[in-house]
């Protein structure tokens, strides 16, 4: 059953719905979304269970794409470029195999439509199931136990973006941990044997190794009407690390 997904819109021109990725929110693309909002309408959504859309009790790619096919027809929007990064890049991947000939082009950064291993992901759900948020009453507090799971400084500061006060003596995640860790295979996994005919652009981050060399082939048999662009010095995260050129390249199918 698909939910109300929180978005914010804004611009004029050719529609854009970006997604964000695991652990993330629409906050995570709004300064790729800003400069894009210049000479196109833009939507930054929320997917479930992240960031302030509903948390429900299931996360799989057929409902996320469900989830995004209610929003696009409640806001009336047809013919959009939809862009995702990592399982948003996924959630866009499997839209475009179950509502074919709705998009005009599909833009995809630094994903493939195949299965990924927990590996980079096994110590952040650690890290978020062993702490006690009722027992933290301070943001270093949590950052701090945080870093004893996670080395990666700037994956500390992501996750950090997730974390509110939900009431004056409480902190809370944005993200379901509980739905999250249990289902994360399901994020993780492949998105479908489908041929996808809509135009696709893949953004893959060269230092990243998301997209492989060896997944190339799969791609473009899977994508037929698609491109592959590398952005050389950028990893996973391109869009914080090279948004002028992803912009650019956004922008070059828009």
């Given amino acids: ?15 854009i719905v970006i997604l964000h990725g695991l652990f993330g929110s629409s906050d995570n693309l709004g300064s790729i979304g800003k400069e894009l909002a210049t000479d196109h309408e833009v939507m930054l959504v929320d997917q479930r269970d992240h960031g302030r859309s509903p948390h429900t009790d299931r996360i799989t790619y057929p409902l996320m794409a469900e989830d995004v096919f209610e929003l696009l027809a409640k806001e009336g929007l047809r013919d959009a470029v939809l862009v995702g990064h990592s399982m948003g890049g996924k959630t866009a991947m499997r839209f475009a195999q179950l509502y074919p000939g709705l998009l005009k082009q599909l833009v995809v950064i630094d994903i493939g439509p195949r299965e990924y291993t927990t590996r980079n992901h096994d ?130 199918v828009s």
């Avoid at 082939?217 to 009407?225: G, R, S, T, V, Y």
Wanted: net charge negative; charged share 25%; hydrophobic share 40%.
């Fill in 123 to 252: 110590h952040i759900i650690a890290a978020l199931k062993d702490i006690d948020l009722s027992q933290k009453h301070t943001r270093q507090e949590v950052e701090e136990h945080l870093a004893r799971f996670v080395p990666e400084p700037g994956v500390v500061q992501f996750l950090m973006k997730s974390l509110y006060w939900a009431t004056p003596e409480g902190l809370a995640w944005r993200f379901n941990v509980p739905v999250i860790s249990r289902d994360l295979k399901d994020i993780l996994a492949a998105i479908g044997p489908e041929t996808v005919r809509t135009p696709t652009l893949f953004i893959r981050g060269g230092q990243s190794d998301y997209i492989t060399r060896e997944d190339l082939p799969q791609i473009k048999e899977q994508f037929p009407a698609c491109r592959v662009e590398t952005i050389d010095f950028a990893g996973h995260w391109a869009h914080a690390q090279a948004p002028e050129e992803v912009v650019e390249l956004i922008r070059s």
């Fill in 1 to 15: 059953m698909s939910v109300q997904l929180f978005h914010r819109r804004t611009g004029n021109g050719q529609p």
